[in-house]
């Protein structure tokens, strides 16, 4: 690291949602923060991933006064960005505005939220947002996934699967094939529809649209706090298949750990929704894993800053 001039570093956290940046001085200092629209780059197209990641970096050095040529890292942790081409397309995006000394780091988020929870990439990183994923950090470098397929594959106990299954549960009410759930009127209210026969139409008007869908999670977690039995018994079956993803991630870096594993919570479904929160904290207690819960309560894009000044002193 240059002793002589301050080190400038950037931290994006895309998400499916949402995509959070921050420029920040190497002394912690968070010198400008811009939000953007989503950037999960399979649930956008590559246009809008690159107009996303390119007018968050304008904004930032605009913001802060900085140029990006001053910018001695970035690290970009992004929601659907753990294999080696999804990291080759961002990259694509946005090393060619870089010098070849400016060092560019591009992770999956669950990175960056293990970072702004412990300071160093070591445990566990369990994510429910939009999409869900598990990810296993370890002190010497391995590294473990499970979950974080997408919609159609996976995300199994995340915001988008929670919406699936009011909407599910509003069309089998309907049908009489399950009981009456408060869902029904909490979810034709929020969408402004008439009958439940009217989804179908609202699915085809938002192209299935999976932050749309995720969206609906949110009525999920109000029905089941009003005893809503539906509601309960979506998030009981959520909150197990988020213990099925957290197994083999644990497994495969910390089945012999003679110590207690930090596990972070992130996504707004484990961070903001308590009662959903205990019912995964409960199953891991009772799971003989040796893990110890705990929240994500910085910023996830802090995280990714922190990242960026992490490897660079490694390049020191």
């Not at 991933?49 to 990006?68: K, W, Y």
């Not at 869902?183 to 649209?209: C, F, I």
Request: some cysteine; proline content about 4%.
């Amino acid at each position: 690291m240059n002793c002589m001039a301050p080190n400038y570093v950037i931290g994006i956290d895309g998400g499916g949602t949402k995509t959070s940046g921050v420029l920040m001085h190497e002394d912690g200092t968070v010198l400008a923060e811009v939000r953007f629209p989503g950037s999960n780059p399979h649930a956008s197209s590559q246009d809008q991933v690159r107009e996303v990641l390119t007018g968050l970096l304008d904004e930032l050095s605009r913001n802060s006064g900085i140029a990006l040529s001053h910018v001695q890292a970035f690290c970009l942790c992004m929601a659907g960005v753990d294999r080696p081409k999804d990291r080759a397309l961002i990259e694509g995006m946005i090393r060619p505005r870089l010098a070849p000394a400016q060092k560019l780091i591009v992770a999956n988020d669950a990175v960056a939220g293990i970072m702004a929870a412990l300071d160093k990439p070591h445990g566990l990183m369990l994510i429910s947002g939009t999409g869900s994923v598990c990810f296993g950090f370890h002190e010497d470098g391995r590294t473990s996934r499970c979950g974080g397929w997408g919609q159609l594959l996976g995300d199994e106990g995340s915001g988008y699967a929670l919406g699936v299954a009011a909407l599910k549960a509003v069309i089998q009410s309907f049908d009489g094939r399950l009981e009456q759930t408060t869902l029904t009127d909490k979810v034709l209210g929020y969408l402004k529809l008439e009958q439940p026969t009217d989804v179908l139409g609202w699915l085809q008007s938002v192209q299935s649209s999976k932050p749309e869908i995720a969206g609906l999670s949110r009525l999920v977690h109000e029905a089941e706090g009003e005893g809503d039995a539906v509601s309960q018994r979506i998030l009981d079956q959520a909150a197990d298949d988020l213990l099925w993803i957290i197994r083999p991630a644990h497994a495969k870096l910390f089945a012999t750990s003679p110590e207690e594993v930090p596990i972070v919570f992130g996504g707004s479904n484990l961070t903001k929704a308590t009662r959903y929160q205990n019912r995964v904290r409960d199953r891991i207690a009772a799971s003989g894993m040796t893990l110890a819960p705990t929240l994500q309560e910085s910023e996830a894009v802090i995280g990714a800053a922190k990242y960026a000044l992490l490897e660079l002193r490694k390049g020191a």
